[in-house]
């Protein structure tokens, strides 16, 4: 099972880039990348995910790497309200009858700074 | 927008009482589960379901039970409440195939007194 490293915290000055990055050395060739948020006491909230190539959405980018062993999810204009924890999640647990789950580690935790 | 409701967002309970926690998804997901959230432990797996009326054990399931008699609506059941199952709870819901999404709702944070 892939397992994925990450900064357990970063600083973001408000309106710059907060660029998060993420290792996953083992991820296999059908695991699929997934980045999710969780703001303080709230369900943690889907932000983007993909497989090999780069992916862009209304709220983040984000970047594999060739080599797919590393990704970065990309706040292009970091806000006050993007401080939260976010996961990196690369482990996709089987669970029969066509179910899976994601595992979820211990995140990075980002501070958005005035 | 995908969106996943838990009926409840704060509740106490009494030590022995019986617990109800509501989900409903509106995607027609076909997969629903149910987790709980504990500093330092993560997002832990309670149950799941693939189908109505459907129902599989997670990695934590003694203590809970869950019902799904329709497509829309998960139940977790705490049968005889205790301290130790203090906690956030969160319903999650997907599609059944992998690398479709798995989206959660707002959690609802049980004390139990």
């Known amino acids: 099972d892939a397992k994925t490293t990450q900064p357990p915290s970063m600083d973001c000055a408000e309106g710059r880039a907060a660029n998060l990055p993420c290792n996953h050395s083992t991820i296999s060739g059908n695991e699929y990348v997934y980045w999710y948020r969780q703001i303080h006491s709230q369900g943690p909230q889907y932000i983007i995910h993909?497989?090999?190539n780069n992916e862009t959405n209304e709220m983040a980018s984000l970047i594999i790497t060739e080599d797919r062993k590393s990704s970065t999810l990309i706040l292009p204009h970091a806000t006050l309200r993007d401080t939260a924890v976010y996961y990196c999640?690369?482990?996709?647990?089987?669970?029969?009858?066509?179910?899976?789950?994601?595992?979820f580690g211990k995140g990075t935790k980002l501070s958005v700074i005035p | 927008d995908v969106k996943v409701t838990q009926s409840s967002r704060y509740l106490v309970k009494r030590t022995g009482e019986k617990v109800f926690l509501e989900c409903v998804q509106d995607?027609?997901?076909?997969?629903m589960f149910w987790y709980r959230q504990d500093p330092g432990l993560g997002l832990r797996l309670i149950y799941f379901?693939?189908?109505?009326?459907?129902?599989e054990k997670g990695d934590i399931p003694e203590g809970y039970s869950v019902s799904r008699e329709k497509k829309e609506r998960f139940s977790l059941i705490l049968e005889s409440a205790s301290t130790n199952q203090t906690s956030m709870y969160l319903c999650?819901?997907?599609?059944?195939?992998?690398?479709?999404?798995?989206?959660f709702g707002e959690g609802s944070w049980l004390t139990v007194v």
């Open positions: 999650a819901s997907s599609f059944l195939i992998s690398g479709n999404t798995i989206y």
């Open positions: 993909g497989l090999k």
């Open positions: 999640i690369v482990r996709v647990a089987n669970l029969g009858a066509g179910s899976y789950q994601l595992t």
């Open positions: 379901s693939y189908d109505v009326k459907m129902k």
């Open positions: 995607m027609d997901h076909e997969n």
